[in-house]
């Protein structure tokens, strides 16, 4: 039969040498290999003592920044809900009302903003559609849970505390 | 006298047996460090500096379980196995003679519990009791997977021992003695000028390598591992045992290790004999000293074999089962048997035999 590709291969099966069939030097040369791996270094971290650093790259808990001033940069526009393949990200507007100025930094602002750590994929779509460079994925790994419902992370787990100035 | 003679035997017997459940209590510790080590990785090392109380809490753990005795399992069987097991593991040590004499006085302790004539019969007798402690292991849980691998491991060791009975003879053809220390006596002579290296294994090789194998293969290791791999062909013959009863079966396992390091040092790699122990005589050395030396070399001996045993079992894999058969009754026995033919041509070529 043709082959559809040329990476086919036919495979050998030569009748073993009498120095493969006793297994002797093929035993001997692993633990030659062996005995290399007990003298390198180990790859371990004593992981509650020692952390290992996240790669520069790394996508962790979302967090929603603010500004110089200490306001909210996120003006709900919902992009980062549309963006967002697992449709994580659920938000309410609210109208910003005078006197807030310095809670929220545009005239609109979320009331609400919910990710579902369930659905995230941790894609960083999200962080990418922002218009206003207000959600980053900094954090650290989510961490375990019995309740489901503690997994949709709101305002309140998500926005930066306020720098104390 | 009499009485003295009974004290000092059974105070030797207490120190092998507890230096024998020692090393078979660290050597779980080492070879789990070990195993991890050629693997890249750290091995437990938590319970204790370097983990050294690891084997205790394993202990309190396997103490603490609960213990299940199946509904349709033969209840006196189902106990005697591991207790058997671990009994034929332990007395296997009483003819190794652990080193020279010791002189305190006029007294003259002999660092052997049972010096026998017979002494390697009987270590040939031991080793193949253990087979009874697998098989009424499997028999007794009354589950057909453990019988199974009960069957498995009495035909390996049975085949297995055939070998190893027939790399012995050639041992025996040049030695002449069936005593444990007679055969370590013998090989004190000197090889190349230096003394107390006049080692078996330079003069027969291959049946040292034969012994090796059959060695591993008794002793259920990698890659001889089929009567009891725990992972992927249900656990073997102590399938239905849990707690103390299966940590006795693989606490028998770690004696027996203990013990086979001890007779192969001793039948091939000259026992307490070290180099150089004649000039350290001549030089007006102390008996005693170069008794407690030498007791020291055949400790340093019985560890190196024991970290073979930990090397070769992370380093190959399992043999299938026709292979192992192949490989004991198709290669080794004859060539087993090849050996001792050319011993005997070579021992009356040089004249050893008229
Ligand atoms: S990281 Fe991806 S999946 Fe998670 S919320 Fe952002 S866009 Fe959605
Ligand atoms: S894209 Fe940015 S500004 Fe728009 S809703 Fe999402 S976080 Fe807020």
Redesign the pocket.
């Known amino acids: 039969m043709e082959s559809l590709t040329n990476r086919k291969k036919v495979v050998e099966q030569k009748p073993m040498t009498f120095l493969e069939r006793i297994y002797l030097p093929a035993i001997f040369q692993g633990l030659g290999i062996t005995m290399k791996h007990f003298f390198r270094k180990k790859a371990t971290i004593q992981y509650p003592d020692v952390k290992r650093e996240f790669s520069t790259n790394f996508r962790g808990i979302h967090s ?1 920044k603010r500004d110089e001033e200490g306001r909210e ?9 549309l ?1 967002c393949p697992a449709e994580a ?1 659920t ?1 309410i507007a609210a109208e910003r009302k005078p006197g807030e100025e310095a809670l929220y930094r545009e005239e609109k602002y ?1 009331a609400t ?1 919910e990710i579902n750590m369930l659905r995230c994929i941790f894609c960083g779509f ?1 962080e990418e ?7 980053y994925l900094d954090g650290d790994i989510p961490p375990a849970n019995f309740d489901r419902d503690n997994f949709i992370y709101g305002k309140d787990k998500l926005v930066e505390p306020i720098h104390k100035k | 006298m009499e009485l003295s003679i009974i004290i000092e035997k059974f105070l030797l017997i207490t120190v092998v047996l507890v230096v024998s459940l020692v090393v078979a209590m660290y050597m779980t510790l080492v070879e789990r460090r070990f195993a991890a080590f050629f693997q890249d990785r750290l091995g437990p090392n938590r319970a204790g500096p370097w983990g050294i109380l690891q084997p205790l809490a394993d202990g309190v753990k396997l103490f603490t379980k609960e213990e299940i005795l199946p509904a349709n399992a033969n209840k006196l069987l189902f106990i005697v196995g591991p207790s058997l097991a671990m009994f034929t593991a332990t007395i296997g040590s009483a003819v190794i003679p652990w080193g020279r004499d010791l002189v305190l006085g006029d007294r003259v302790i002999s660092l052997q519990v049972a010096d026998i004539n017979i002494g390697l019969l009987y270590i040939f007798g031991v080793v193949s009791l253990g087979v009874y402690g697998m098989m009424i292991g499997g028999w007794a849980s009354n589950n057909k997977y453990s019988l199974m691998g009960a069957i498995r491991a009495a035909s390996q060791s049975i085949s297995y021992e055939i070998a190893m009975g027939l790399a012995i003879i050639a041992i025996l053809m040049v030695t002449g003695t069936l005593s444990l220390r007679g055969i370590v006596e013998g090989q004190s002579s000197s090889l190349m000028g230096i003394s107390g290296l006049g080692w078996n294994v330079f003069y027969q090789p291959v049946a040292f390598l034969i012994y090796l194998i059959c060695m591993f293969a008794e002793c259920n290791r990698t890659p001889f591992d089929l009567p009891e791999c725990e992972s992927e062909l249900v656990a073997g013959y102590h399938t239905e045992h849990s707690s103390m009863k299966l940590g006795f079966y693989l606490f028998a396992e770690y004696i027996n290790m203990f013990v086979s390091s001890a007779v192969v040092s001793a039948l091939f790699f000259g026992g307490y004999n070290f180099p150089g122990q004649d000039a350290l005589a001549a030089s007006g050395v102390h008996a005693n000293i170069i008794t407690i030396i030498g007791l020291a070399a055949f400790f340093l001996k019985i560890a190196f074999f024991l970290f073979l045993f930990v090397w070769v079992r992370w380093t190959i894999p399992r043999f299938r089962y026709d292979q192992l058969m192949r490989l004991g009754w198709n290669m080794l026995v004859p060539l087993a048997i090849a050996n001792i033919g050319i011993t005997g041509v070579v021992m009356y070529l040089t004249g050893h035999i008229k």
């Open positions: 929603l940069r996120c003006t709900a526009c919902g992009l980062c809900a963006s990200i938000m979320a903003y999200c559609a922002c218009p206003k460079e207000a959600i």
